[in-house]
């Protein structure tokens, strides 16, 4: 069984076969349809340089106010002494994993900020 390069999720008939990093991937429909190719790129860059993959922490409990929250309230604990690009991408790794969209976070983020 093939399985998207994003999510794991099975791959059917309608994926799609798109440049991630430095070769082609196949990703499914849902991801194909979710994020524009500058947003996969980020998305598979990330996962591969820290580990698990889009959506590797979700279940049918995960609550996305309360993982945005979390995150929010880990630059404020950790901001001190700390750069915003290391925070940054720390944030943006755990949305990942949480299933949550880069362009969900930053909205969300900046209503909580």
């Known amino acids: 069984m ?15 076969i798109v440049r991630l990093g430095t070769s082609y991937g ?9 994020f524009d190719p500058k947003d996969r790129e980020l998305i598979f860059n990330m996962c591969t340089a820290f580990g698990g ?11 996305n106010y309360q993982i945005i ?28 994993l949480y299933g949550i969209s880069p362009a969900q976070i930053v909205q969300s983020l900046r209503i909580l900020s």
């Open 26 to 34: 196949v990703i499914c429909h849902d991801c194909a349809e979710e």
């Open 69 to 96: 929250k979390a995150i929010s309230e880990q630059y404020n604990i950790h901001y001190k002494g700390t750069s915003l690009t290391s925070l940054d991408v720390r944030a943006l790794h755990q949305a990942f």
């Open 53 to 63: 993959y889009y959506g590797k922490l979700r279940d049918k409990n995960t609550n």
């Open 2 to 16: 093939v399985k998207c390069r994003l999510c794991q999720a099975a791959v059917k008939k309608t994926s799609k």
